[in-house]
C-alpha cells in the first residue's frame, strides 16, 4: 500500500541557509500535518493543511512557511536556517473519510552547521 | 488546554513479561486518544486510537490500551513483549472537538526489552 512519502529523507544546510523539504500524501489523502521532532524531544505540531487551505498553525517561526498544491502535496520552506532548526520533520497526511487516522512519512532529518 | 503526560520516561521489561504504559490527558471533553510507537530514526505508526464506544480498544501487534475517564487515563497494555518491542511510545491527543485535529503528544516513554 502507498505511504506518505517525504523528500529528501537527509539533509544537510549552513546557518543562515535556506531548505524546502517536501511531503506527498497517500493517494486521496486531503489533509497534511507537519511536525518537528528534537533530538529526544516528543513531536512539535508546526502547520496543517486541508484541502489546499491552512487549517491550523501551531509553533511554527515566522522564518518558516508552507502550503498544500492542488495535487495535495506540500512544502515546508524554511530560510535563515540556525542550528536549533536540526530536527527531525515529520508529515503526515489523512482524510476525512478515515475518522482521525492519521499515517505519518517516514521523516526528513534536517541538520544545521 | 489539553496536555498528554506520560509519567514514564524510560520502561525496563524482559522478554515475555507483561507491559504497561501510562498516559494521562487534560481535556474537559472526551478526548480522542491515539498510541504511537517510532523506532530508531523512524516515522510514527499508529497502534491503536480510542474515539468512543469500548473502553478497551484492541490494536496492532497485540498492543491494547484501556480508556478510563475517571482516572484521565489511557494506558497501553501488552501481555508478552517481544524484544521487537523495544521502541519509543508516544500517547497524543487530538486537539480541540474533531478527531482531525493537531495532534498534542506526550513526551514519549523508551521501552527497552531485556533478553
Known amino acids: 500500500a502507498a505511504g506518505v512519502i517525504q523528500s529528501p529523507r537527509h539533509l544537510i544546510k549552513e546557518k543562515r541557509e535556506t531548505a524546502t523539504l517536501k511531503c506527498y500524501p497517500i493517494p486521496r489523502h486531503d489533509t497534511v500535518y507537519w511536525y518537528q521532532q528534537g533530538p529526544g524531544q516528543d513531536p512539535q505540531f508546526l502547520i496543517s493543511?486541508?484541502?489546499?487551505?491552512?487549517?491550523d498553525k501551531g509553533s511554527i517561526p515566522d522564518r518558516f512557511s508552507a502550503q498544500q498544491f492542488s495535487d495535495y502535496h506540500s512544502e515546508l520552506n524554511m530560510s535563515s536556517l540556525e542550528l536549533g532548526d536540526s530536527a527531525l520533520y515529520f508529515c503526515?497526511?489523512?482524510?476525512?473519510?478515515?475518522?482521525?487516522?492519521?499515517?505519518f512519512g517516514p521523516g526528513t532529518r534536517l541538520t544545521v552547521l | 488546554a489539553q496536555s498528554v503526560t506520560q509519567p514514564d520516561i524510560h520502561i525496563t521489561v524482559s522478554e515475555g513479561a507483561s507491559l504497561e504504559l501510562r498516559c494521562n490527558y487534560s481535556?474537559?471533553?472526551?478526548?480522542?486518544l491515539f498510541w504511537y510507537v517510532q523506532s530508531p530514526g523512524q516515522g510514527l505508526q499508529l497502534l491503536l486510537k480510542?474515539?468512543?464506544?469500548?473502553?478497551l480498544v484492541q490494536g496492532i501487534k497485540g498492543f491494547e490500551a484501556e480508556f478510563k475517564r475517571s482516572q484521565s487515563s489511557f494506558n497501553l497494555r501488552k501481555p508478552s513483549v517481544h524484544w521487537s518491542d523495544a521502541a519509543e511510545y508516544f500517547c497524543?491527543?487530538?486537539?480541540?472537538?474533531?478527531?482531525?485535529?493537531?495532534?498534542?503528544f506526550g513526551q514519549g516513554t523508551t521501552l527497552q526489552v531485556k533478553p
Open positions: 503526515a497526511s489523512s482524510s476525512w473519510g478515515l475518522a482521525g487516522v492519521r499515517f
Open positions: 481535556y474537559g471533553a472526551t478526548p480522542y
Open positions: 497524543a491527543v487530538a486537539h480541540g472537538s474533531s478527531n482531525t485535529g493537531k495532534l498534542i
Open positions: 493543511f486541508y484541502e489546499k487551505m491552512q487549517s
Open positions: 480510542y474515539f468512543s464506544g469500548d473502553t
